[in-house]
Structure formats: C-alpha cells, structure tokens
C-alpha cells in the first residue's frame, strides 16, 4: 500500500509540474486574437456536423494570415468499422503542395487498427466516450496559410463529422519558424533467414550486423529541425516478446554506431521487463496491451520527447529493429512527429486503403496446427509440450 501511494504521489507531482508550466503564464495578457473553424450549423439548427461521401475530400478548413492552431478536436459517425484506418488527415501549411501532415485519422490521434480506446498524454488525448473524442493539442504555426483535409477512402459515407479547429491570429509568424510535421508508416517486417529466435529461445542470439540494414523506419527526415515523438503500434504474431528490438536515431547522417542507441523497445518507451498493462503518463505509455498468450496480439505505446526533443541540423534517421538484430515478423504501425524548417522531405506514396487492413488474429485453432506440426517433428506420442528435440 505504501509503494502504491508513493506512486501516486510521483505521477501527481509529475502531472503537477506539466500543469503548471501552462499555469505559470496564465495571468499574462495574450497578444492575439482567438479563432475557431467548426462544424457548427450556420442554419440555426443543430445538424453541426458535415457528412463526407465515399472517394471524397474536404477542406475542414483554409485559414489566410498568420497564426498557431492549438488544439483540433474531432469525432466521426461511421457505419465502416476500420473507418479511422481507411479515413486520412492531411496538413498543408503557406501553400505548399505536399503535406506536412499525412496519415489515417485514428493512427494519428492516438488510437489504432480502427479501434475505440481511451488515450491520455499531453499532447494527444482520446476522450469519452470509448476514446471517441479524438483530440491534438501539438502546436502548429503557419506564417501565410494553414489547410486540414479530410479524405475518405472508405467505401461508406461518412455520416456525421463533427470538428473544432481553435487556433490564435497573429500580426506574423516569420517564415524561418519551424512547422509540424507527422508521417504514418506501416511495414510487415522480414525475419532473419535463420528463423525467429527471441530469448536464444531456438538458439544462439543472434548479432546484430553494425548498421541500420533492416531496422524499421519512423521517419526519415531532410532539414533542420526536432523530433518530438512517435505513436507505435505492434501486432505480434507470435507468443514471444516482440520488445528486444533497439532504436536507433542518427543524426545529420552519421554513421552506426549513433550517438542515440537504445537498449530495447520497452526502454526506448520508458518501461522494463516486458511489460503488459496499461499505463499512461503524459509523456509516455501503454494506452492499449493485447489480451491474448504471452504477448501475441495488439499492442500500442507511446513516447512524446516533450523534455527534450532530438535536434538535427540536416537529417534524421529515427528507426527502430523489430526484435534483436530484426529477427521478428511484426505488423508494425508509427506516426511520428516533428518540427522542421520548411521545405521538407516529400512523404513516400502512402499506401492504398486495401494494404492499411488489419492482419488477420491469430486463433488458438491456429496455435493447436503449430502444436501439431510440432509433434509430428519430435515423433508424436506422449509429448506434453515442453520437450526439446535430442541431437542424434
């Protein structure tokens, strides 16, 4: 009971100290003027939302001048079940032609493979009910023009979209101020030749091979700027642990080993010792752990860098391996966002709607086939489960 309330204590005193960094200001008179876009009903009435056809997209809103958008906040009405996959958000800031901000609606906000989850950090917040409430508190400047586009890739019509946008006018935001920037990244990731082998569980542990060759990608980034932090979501296939894998950042292209070489996911992500519940703090957390053996199924973490962003002057490689030396299949998902000066990177083709799906559960049916392969291999007989094949 005592350990339990010290930790309390801890995670009140450090919500405490993030409050009152916004409290600390709260007297000073703002120098600038207050605006909101919405959904609201101009009619009178209360229709204050906007229905989005299939294959189609809207400007949720074109802001002329110079200002800071300072919290979005959204929720969506939607017959398609993996409508915050198949539905993309994208953010254009001072007439540029390619987006600053791309990626399915649900991945961006907090909440991923479609689902409805509460989730609860400083700068993303999904609120009740069921996490619906989808909301962003990230700053996001512009110096001529800001533009948010709601694009539905769904095969269903978006019924109701409600929306705030709340943003402050400015006199002038100088060009040379960095912008927001998030990019949305899937891969099905390859495992080494020799097999899938965490915990020397089938072996030796594999070495890792002294380059990024293989890691997964979270951003890859051409300017100057910060990295503020990545929503990571994982589908394992597997029983094992998935959480071996190191990040690695390198940054302005220097050359492995990177100054910034992690130890493993979890740590990456602020836990230890394979952790499975949820937990959330405002910088980092397990909004969503799966329930199923060991570690297979769903699982998402988060890390937001609010402390102490990493900086770059020219590039950033941010990448991390799935499992030890990228031993492991995983169905790997990641926004990452940062501040960059403008002109940025031009994103890669994001990937169609029909390659954003779901993988398929692993069932226990499934998991009996593997049993039975296995004892087919070890002779069938009396064989419990836990036998190891005798070398001949």
């Not at 007297?27 to 101009?42: G, I, Q």
């Not at 503020?228 to 994982?234: A, D, I, K, S, T």
């Amino acid at each position: 009971m005592r350990f339990l309330s010290l930790f309390f204590l801890l995670i009140l005193f450090t919500v405490q100290c993030v409050w009152s960094q916004n409290l600390d200001d709260l007297y000073r008179l703002k120098e600038y003027n207050s605006r909101r876009v919405s959904s609201w009903d101009t009619t009178g009435g209360n229709w204050d939302r906007i229905q989005i056809p299939s294959d189609t997209t809207v400007t949720l809103a074109f802001i002329k001048g110079a200002g800071i958008i300072k919290h979005i906040w959204v929720t969506i009405a939607h017959t398609d079940k993996m409508s915050k996959r198949n539905v993309l958000i994208r953010m254009f800031w001072d007439g540029e032609q390619n987006p600053s901000v791309e990626s399915p609606v649900g991945d961006f906000f907090g909440q991923g493979w479609g689902e409805d989850y509460i989730m609860n950090s400083l700068p993303l917040v999904c609120a009740p009910a069921r996490g619906k409430a989808m909301n962003c508190y990230f700053p996001m400047p512009f110096s001529e023009s800001a533009k948010i586009t709601i694009e539905n890739q769904s095969e269903n019509k978006i019924a109701a979209f409600y929306f705030y946008i709340e943003y402050e006018e400015h006199e002038s935001i100088p060009l040379e101020t960095p912008r927001f920037h998030a990019w949305w990244n899937r891969e099905l990731t390859e495992p080494l030749p020799e097999g899938e082998n965490e915990w020397a569980t089938l072996g030796e542990t594999p070495i890792h091979p002294k380059t990024a060759e293989g890691n997964y990608v979270m951003a890859d980034i051409q300017g100057k700027g910060h990295f503020v932090g990545v929503n990571y979501y994982v589908d394992c296939p597997s029983p094992m642990w998935y959480g071996e894998g190191d990040d690695m950042f390198f940054i302005d292209g220097e050359e492995w080993p990177p100054e910034l070489h992690g130890t493993g996911t979890e740590d990456f992500f602020n836990t230890s010792w394979s952790p499975k519940e949820v937990f959330m703090h405002p910088y980092f957390g397990y909004p969503r752990v799966n329930d199923d053996i060991g570690w297979m199924g769903r699982t998402h973490v988060y890390r937001f860098l609010i402390e102490s962003p990493i900086a770059f002057d020219k590039s950033l490689l941010a990448t991390i391996e799935h499992g030890h030396a990228n031993n492991l299949t995983l169905d790997l998902v990641t926004v990452a966002y940062w501040y960059q000066i403008e002109p940025h990177k031009k994103f890669p083709e994001i990937l169609p709607v029909d390659k954003r799906q779901n993988m398929d559960p692993i069932r226990h049916v499934d998991i009996h086939r593997w049993r039975d392969a296995w004892r087919k291999m070890m002779g069938e007989g009396k064989l419990w489960g836990d036998e190891k094949k005798k070398d001949k």
